[in-house]
């Protein structure tokens, strides 16, 4: 069946679908079966099981996306030690720890700074092995916020 989502919530990971038979449908990001999260009026195709909606897919255009690999890799690489990159995937928490421990590193010699710098280097390398399947699915979609 074929449909509208009306709303999608990144914190819950739920969100509706509006089905083209005029029910509503709700969605855990589980079924969500693409490789860019779910955005609020994209068309999908997906299977109604009652008030649920299974096996969601993004309706063509929609499902293909930008994907963060590539920017975030080269954040990861130029402005790691400042946590940029994690500030670019959402990882908030992460992103002011790698600041604080990369400008506060310096007053013990230098180095928590230099293990911060190391750590971002570690994830650049990792950023850029994963395919983009793979890099949406564990820190987009599965917000893995280290390694």
């Known amino acids: ?3 509208k989502i009306l709303s999608y919530d990144n914190n819950t990971r739920n969100g509706i679908i509006s089905g083209d038979d005029g ?3 709700t ?3 589980v079924e969500w079966k693409a490789a860019v999260l779910p955005k609020v009026g994209a068309r999908v195709d997906f299977a109604g099981n009652g008030a649920f909606a299974e096996a969601i897919f993004a309706d063509g255009a929609a499902a293909s996306g930008t994907s963060k690999k ?3 890799a080269l954040l990861a690489f130029f402005l790691g030690a400042f946590g940029v990159h994690k500030f670019y995937l ?3 928490v992460q992103g002011v720890i790698m600041l604080l421990v990369f400008l506060f590193g310096w007053l ?3 180095i928590p700074s230099i293990v911060i710098s190391i750590v971002a280097f570690v994830e650049f390398i990792i950023y850029l092995i994963k395919s983009e399947d793979d890099f949406e699915q564990t820190y ?3 917000k893995r916020g280290w390694f």
């Open 1 to 3: 069946m074929k449909g």
């Open 27 to 29: 969605f855990d990001v």
């Open 90 to 92: 959402g990882y908030n």
């Open 23 to 25: 029910n509503r449908y």
């Open 140 to 142: 987009v979609v599965g």
């Open 70 to 72: 590539i920017p975030a």
């Open 108 to 110: 013990l010699l230098g």
